[in-house]
């Protein structure tokens, strides 16, 4: 592991995160202008390519690697350093900052960009679900309905979470769900799965309870039942624990879930299309984090 004290930091910055009338960009130069630090910049875009940035990263060899918006730019960063001794820092500037709560970091920007030369990296495990990289929750069902109507409006903000809700729910139905995990295989009716390498969703909602970055095992949770209220709650950022939910819990390394109906599928925040099959495994060491 690259544990040295770092000296160059590649940064990966979503403009488009955020308060978009703040040039992140301009902040962090001004913030290492007269510190020995050797500052590179990498302004994320339409075309921007894992390739292409772990191009880039290579030809700088950085310290630290630091992903400067929400939860979509954590995961490209980890992507690009999957399997690198390379640590990764978390500037959190999205309008959904779920990993960075997970390591209860602050929004304050030069509180997180002193805690990116300053902080520990640690090992923690990642997922692989159908291909896709997770650091954070992945879900099927209602949930990654919400955000794909999210995503494709034009309104932002709580207005327009409501609005995706309300939307979302008009023609939402329950899942029928197959399960296979530690070598039993179990049939259920679901609102939604959540297959957890984190805890929390970015509106502070803990979903998984047991779960921790730094073990062997994920977490996948069966909602079987929610009321309306629960889901504005969890959506609004109340901190309400979900303890009207009706839930299972599955502790394991992999897992194979086969829904009868095309459903929804998102991994950390990002909308990723229908499936009728998940298969999901457990990257042990995948990543360094700074903490």
């Known amino acids: 592991m690259n544990n040295k004290t770092p ?40 075309k921007c390519s894992v390739s292409k940035i772990k191009q880039e990263i290579a030809q700088c060899s950085p310290d630290r690697v630091v992903a400067v918006g929400g939860d979509g730019t954590v995961k490209l960063a980890a992507e690009c350093l999957l399997g690198s001794d390379i640590p ?22 030069k509180a997180a960009l002193r805690l990116s030369i300053n902080g520990t990296p640690k090992a923690i495990h990642a997922l692989l679900i159908n291909g896709e990289l997770s650091v954070h929750l992945a879900d099927i069902g209602i949930n990654a309905r919400i955000i794909k109507r999210f995503q494709s409006s034009n309104e932002r903000g709580m207005l327009g979470y409501a609005k995706a809700t309300w939307q979302a729910l008009r023609r939402h139905k329950k899942m029928h769900v197959t399960i296979t995990a530690n070598g039993q295989t179990t049939s259920k009716k679901a609102e939604m799965v959540v297959i957890a390498n984190g805890t929390s969703y970015g509106t502070g909602v803990k979903i998984n309870r047991t779960g921790s970055l730094f073990d062997d095992k994920f977490e996948v949770i069966i909602v079987k039942w929610f009321s309306l209220l629960e889901l504005v709650k969890m959506w609004m950022g109340l901190k309400h624990p979900l303890n009207t939910f009706k839930t299972e819990v599955i502790q394991t390394d992999k897992i194979v879930l086969t829904i009868k109906e095309n459903t929804f599928f998102q991994v950390d925040g990002e909308y990723i299309g229908k499936v009728k099959q998940i298969e999901a495994t457990i990257i042990p060491k995948a990543l360094y984090l700074i903490i």
Do not use: C, W
């Open 88 to 109: 990764l820092a978390i500037v959190p500037t999205g309008s959904a900052n779920g990993m960075a709560k997970e390591l209860n970091l602050k929004n304050n920007l």
């Open 7 to 46: 000296s160059i930091l590649y940064f990966i910055i979503n403009p488009g995160s955020g308060n978009q009338q703040l040039n992140h960009e301009e902040t962090i130069i001004d913030f290492f202008r007269d510190t020995p630090y050797i500052i590179h910049t990498y302004r994320m875009s339409a």
